[in-house]
C-alpha cells in the first residue's frame, strides 16, 4: 500500500466534491418532511458503492427507512469487514445560529483546523466518515490490493434508534456474516493524538406528561389553590439528582460496573486540558457527579439529563396563566451491566410515585439500547492500532466514548463478532449542533487509515 498517501493526495479534489454532494441532500431522519430526501440519499450511497467498486449493492427494504447493502467478496477462505455507517443526519435546528445553511456546505479554516474544515448538516455525523469507508475501498480495488472481503452496511435512521436496522440484522445473519465489524462514527482525542473508541454508553429515552386543571386557568384568579404542571414537573425533575449530583431512582445504580483504581488510573493519563476543555464551551466550572473526574463523568458513569421542556405561554410579552399541561423529554446515558429496559421501567415507577396529588403524570418510553466495551487484546483492536501507527505516526489510545450506538451491542448479540470503532471526529466538530464541520485533514487520514486496518486485521487472522 506504499502508493496510498499519493493516492489520497491525488484525488483529494473528488473526494472532497463527491462527499459535498451527499452532503447537500437533507437526509432528516426524524422529520417526516424529508422523507423523499432520506430516500434520495440512500439512492446517491447506492451509486458511490457501485463506483467505488462493489461486486453487488442493493437497497433492501425495511418498514422504515432502506439499507444500503454492498459487497465484494474476493476469496471465500479470507476474512470478511462488515463495515457499518448511517447516511440519515440530525434536524439542523435551530437554523438562525449557523453561519452557513446547513445543507449547502462550505469549507472554511478554523483555530483547530487550519487546512479546512467542510461545515454541514452531517459532515462528521455520519456521512462524512462513512465516506470515508467508500473511498478507502475505491483506493482498493483500484489498486487491486483489497486484501479480504468486504461488507457494507449502511443505514437511514440511526438518529431515530435503528429499529429497523435491528429487525434486518436479525434475519439476515448469513448474509451479514463476517470477521469484524468496523465503525467510523465516534470521535479521537485530537488530530495529534488518535484515539480508538472502547466503550460506548447506552440509552433511555423517555417523554413525561404531567396534567392538572381540564384547561389553561387565570394565574390571578386560580394562582395557589391549585397544582400548576409547570411548578410540579421541574420539582420533580430536580428531585431525581441528590446534592452531590447522584441521580435518586431506586434501583438505579444497582448493576453499574465500578471502575478498580488501576482502571481508573489508566484512564486518567489520557492528555486532558480542564482549562481548554471549559474555554471550548465557555463554561466557568464544570459541574457533575461528585468523586468522579470529567472524563469519568461523561463515560464511565450513568447521567439523567433533560433534553427538552415546554408548557405554558411562551410567546412574545406576558401571559398570566396556569397551563393545563407540561411536558418534557429525558435521557439516561447508561453504563455496562445497566440493562435499558430496565432502566426505564425502574424510571417510570419512581417518577410516577413522585407525582403530587392534583395532577396525573404519564411516562412514555421513546427508545434506548445497551451500552458497549470491548477488550483490546484481540486484532481487530491490535489491526487498528497498527493502521493508526502507520498513518498518524502516533500509537492510538484506548478510550471510552460517551455517546452512544444502541446497534452496536445487538451486533455482537446477533452477529457474534466485535465492533472497532475508528472514529476520526473531534469534540469540537459540533455534531448535533449548529455549524457542525469535520476537518479535511481528518477526512483524508481517515481514508488513509482505513486500507491499512484491512492489511493489519488480514495478516493478524492469517497468523
Ligand atoms: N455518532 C453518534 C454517536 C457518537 C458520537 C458516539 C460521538 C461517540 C462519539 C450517533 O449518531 C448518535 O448521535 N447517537 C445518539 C443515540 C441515538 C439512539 C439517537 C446519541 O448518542 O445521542
Ligand atoms: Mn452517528
Ligand atoms: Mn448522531
Not at 419 to 447: Q, V
Amino acid at each position: 500500500m506504499d502508493n496510498l498517501k499519493p493516492y489520497v493526495q491525488q484525488h483529494k479534489e473528488r473526494f472532497i466534491n463527491e462527499l459535498i454532494e451527499i452532503l447537500k441532500i437533507p437526509s432528516i431522519s426524524a422529520d417526516s418532511a424529508f422523507s423523499q430526501d432520506v430516500i434520495d440519499t440512500s439512492e446517491a450511497v447506492k451509486t458511490a458503492l457501485e463506483n467505488a467498486g462493489c461486486d453487488h449493492v442493493e437497497i433492501c427494504e425495511t418498514p422504515g427507512y432502506p439499507i444500503v447493502y454492498g459487497e465484494k467478496i474476493i476469496d471465500k477462505n479470507l476474512p470478511t469487514v462488515l463495515v457499518y455507517g448511517h447516511y440519515d443526519v440530525q434536524p439542523p435546528d435551530p437554523l438562525n445560529l449557523w453561519n452557513s445553511p446547513p445543507f449547502e456546505p462550505v469549507i472554511k479554516k478554523t483555530e483547530i483546523h487550519p487546512e479546512g474544515a467542510i461545515f454541514a448538516r452531517g459532515s462528521c455525523d455520519d456521512k462524512g466518515q462513512m465516506y470515508m469507508h467508500v473511498k478507502a475501498l475505491e483506493y482498493m480495488t483500484e489498486n487491486n490490493n483489497l486484501p479480504c472481503n468486504v461488507k457494507f452496511m449502511i443505514e437511514g435512521e440511526e438518529e431515530v434508534g435503528s429499529e429497523s436496522l435491528a429487525w434486518f440484522v436479525k434475519q439476515n445473519q448469513e448474509k451479514l456474516a463476517n470477521d469484524v465489524i468496523l465503525i467510523s462514527d465516534t470521535g479521537m482525542i485530537s488530530n495529534t493524538q488518535p484515539s480508538i473508541t472502547t466503550g460506548l454508553r447506552g440509552l433511555s429515552y423517555v417523554e413525561v406528561e404531567v396534567t392538572g386543571p381540564n384547561r389553561d386557568l387565570h394565574s390571578g384568579l386560580y394562582g395557589g389553590a391549585v397544582a400548576n404542571p409547570i411548578n410540579v414537573l421541574t420539582k420533580m425533575i430536580a428531585s431525581l439528582h441528590d446534592e452531590d449530583n447522584h441521580i435518586t431512582i431506586p434501583g438505579f445504580y444497582d448493576n453499574v460496573e465500578e471502575l478498580s483504581a488501576a482502571e481508573r488510573a489508566e484512564m486518567a493519563k489520557a492528555p486532558f486540558s480542564l482549562e481548554d476543555y471549559k474555554n471550548a464551551i465557555d463554561i466557568d466550572a464544570v459541574y457533575g457527579e461528585k468523586g468522579y473526574t470529567t472524563n469519568e463523568r461523561n463515560s464511565i458513569r450513568p447521567t439523567l439529563d433533560v433534553n427538552g421542556i415546554w408548557g405554558g405561554y411562551t410567546g412574545e410579552g406576558a401571559k398570566t396563566v396556569i397551563a393545563s399541561k407540561a411536558f418534557a423529554k429525558i435521557s439516561m446515558r447508561l453504563v455496562p451491566h445497566q440493562d435499558w429496559v430496565e432502566i426505564t421501567e425502574l424510571f417510570k415507577k419512581h417518577f410516577e410515585s413522585i407525582a403530587p396529588k392534583g395532577v396525573r403524570v404519564v411516562v412514555k418510553p421513546h427508545h434506548g439500547g445497551q451500552g458497549y466495551v470491548t477488550p483490546i487484546d484481540n486484532i481487530g483492536y491490535k489491526a487498528a492500532a497498527k493502521a493508526y501507527e502507520d498513518s498518524f505516526g502516533v500509537t492510538p489510545i484506548p478510550q471510552r466514548s460517551g455517546g452512544s450506538i444502541p446497534i452496536v451491542a445487538l451486533f455482537e448479540q446477533e452477529l457474534k463478532s466485535k465492533t472497532i470503532l475508528m472514529g476520526f471526529g473531534l469534540d469540537s466538530d459540533a455534531i448535533h449542533s449548529p455549524n457542525e464541520h469535520f476537518g479535511i485533514f481528518n477526512y483524508l487520514k481517515g481514508i488513509e487509515t482505513i486500507p491499512l486496518f484491512y492489511k493489519y486485521f488480514t495478516e493478524l487472522s492469517s497468523k
